[in-house]
């Protein structure tokens, strides 16, 4: 009986992303890029009206200075958009790690809304002050990261790199040790993105010890001399 043909999906993938198109590049390396922290990012317009936009090109560049990258993209008629807008002409906004408490409201900022209408509102989010920057911060979020920004880096006409330095950390109780800073996950419960319309929270956790070279010899030594013991006996 004849083999069925190959479908893509056994044969693998090997390809010039130059030889794609912007959309299944975009689908590609999102689908292959998993999963991504999601930074709901709220920035303020010179006007005074709140923005609040999710992004998953997102992640932590440097400790001292800290250092956080977004990669915004461009809205569908190629315009930038607000987020992009406010923070170049502000230089101020604040990352809100989205979490399973805020993920559905997160995803309604999403939507591409009128610039005079605030996602804040429509989300039915709730605003505090912010400690150092101008842009409010989002009440309901566990935890946030007040920027200001560094530099944006055209990488296209579609998307932009912005860098921004963290001046001010803020977690609701019990997320974060204040001793020793170390992180509950159970208790932050951060969302990924995956691609398309799939999110993800975390699974079961494992843990991996990173070896000094020291304890790689003798990790080493130790299973060579088990392996001559099983071919003696």
Same mark, same amino acid.
């Given at each position: 009986?004849?083999?069925?043909?190959?479908?893509?999906?056994?044969?693998?993938?090997?390809?010039?992303?130059?030889?794609?198109?912007?959309?299944?590049?975009?689908?590609? +390396?999102?689908?292959?890029? +998993?999963?991504? =922290?999601?930074? %709901?990012?709220?920035?303020?317009?010179?006007?005074?009206?709140?923005?609040?936009?999710?992004?998953? !090109?997102?992640?932590? !560049?440097?400790?001292?200075?800290?250092?956080?990258?977004?990669?915004?993209?461009?809205?569908?008629?190629?315009?930038?958009?607000?987020?992009?807008?406010?923070?170049?002409?502000?230089?101020?906004?604040?990352?809100?790690?989205?979490?399973?408490?805020?993920?559905?409201?997160?995803?309604?900022?999403?939507?591409?809304?009128?610039?005079?209408?605030?996602?804040?509102?429509?989300? $039915? !989010?709730?605003?505090?002050?912010? &400690?150092?920057?101008?842009?409010?911060?989002?009440?309901?979020? =566990?935890?946030?990261?007040?920027?200001? &920004?560094?530099?944006?880096?055209?990488?296209?006409?579609? $998307?932009?790199? +912005?860098?921004?330095? +963290?001046? $001010?950390?803020?977690?609701? =109780?019990?997320?974060?040790?204040?001793?020793? !800073?170390?992180?509950?996950?159970?208790?932050?419960?951060?969302?990924?993105?995956?691609?398309?319309?799939?999110?993800? $929270?975390?699974?079961? %956790?494992?843990? %991996?010890?990173?070896?000094?070279?020291?304890?790689?010899?003798?990790?080493?030594?130790?299973?060579?001399?088990?392996?001559?013991?099983?071919?003696?006996?």
């Amino acid at each position: 009986m004849p083999k069925p043909p190959h479908t893509p999906i056994e044969i693998g993938l090997d390809i010039d992303p130059d030889d794609l198109g912007q959309r299944d590049l975009y689908k590609l +390396v999102c689908g292959l890029v +998993v999963p991504r =922290p999601i930074a %709901l990012t709220t920035t303020m317009s010179v006007n005074g009206v709140v923005n609040a936009a999710p992004f998953s !090109f997102f992640n932590i !560049f440097s400790e001292r200075p800290a250092v956080v990258a977004l990669g915004l993209n461009s809205k569908p008629d190629g315009s930038i958009k607000d987020t992009t807008r406010n923070i170049r002409e502000t230089g101020e906004y604040v990352i809100h790690v989205v979490t399973q408490s805020i993920a559905e409201k997160a995803n309604v900022c999403a939507t591409e809304f009128p610039s005079d209408m605030s996602e804040i509102d429509i989300a $039915r !989010f709730t605003l505090k002050p912010s &400690l150092v920057v101008s842009p409010p911060t989002i009440a309901e979020a =566990p935890v946030a990261l007040e920027c200001r &920004l560094m530099s944006i880096t055209p990488l296209s006409p579609v $998307r932009n790199i +912005v860098l921004g330095e +963290v001046v $001010r950390i803020r977690t609701a =109780p019990g997320i974060v040790d204040p001793e020793r !800073f170390h992180v509950d996950i159970s208790a932050y419960r951060p969302v990924a993105r995956l691609f398309g319309n799939l999110y993800a $929270r975390l699974g079961e %956790l494992f843990e %991996l010890k990173r070896l000094t070279y020291s304890e790689w010899q003798d990790k080493e030594a130790t299973k060579a001399a088990k392996e001559t013991d099983s071919v003696q006996d």
